[in-house]
Nanobody, 125 residues
Framework: VQLQASGGGSVQAGGSLRLSCAAS????????MGWFRQAPGKEREFVAA????????YDADSVKGRFTISRDNAKSTVYLQMNSLKPEDTAVYYC???????????????????WGQGTLVTVSS
């Protein structure tokens, strides 16, 4: 199984970036997908998740109204559209896959089966 995150980079505050995570080696449509991030010196935290059906999305309070998660099962890819970026969004962003569940508690890292390598997002003021 491989999760390949991409799309990170450097942007000024107020700007936008779109992260992608391409999955291979698993039945993508059977997995909930999540994005987490880890800022320098901080613990990794939940950002957003989307259910295996695509019918439910969940966001951390810190990104509500600014970030949007989506998925394309035909391309085995999950996206994170990030708008109105702030310096505090600076972090390494990781995608993760969790075997399909009806649980809406997406924030627990231990529930995820596979992780990508991370992509760095830097937001300057």
């Amino acid at each position: 199984v491989q999760l390949q995150a991409s799309g990170g980079g450097s942007v000024q505050a107020g700007g936008s970036l779109r992260l992608s995570c391409a999955a291979s080696g698993l039945t993508f449509s059977s997995y909930d997908m999540g994005w987490f991030r880890q800022a320098p010196g901080k613990e990794r935290e939940f950002v957003a998740a989307i259910s295996w059906t695509g019918g439910g999305t969940y966001d951390a309070d810190s990104v509500k109204g600014r970030f949007t998660i989506s998925r394309d099962n035909a391309k085995s890819t999950v996206y994170l559209q990030m708008n109105s970026l702030k310096p505090e969004d600076t972090a390494v962003y990781y995608c993760a896959a969790r075997w399909r569940s009806y649980s809406t508690s997406y924030k627990y890292e231990d529930d995820y089966n596979y992780w990508g390598q991370g992509t760095l997002v830097t937001v300057s003021s």
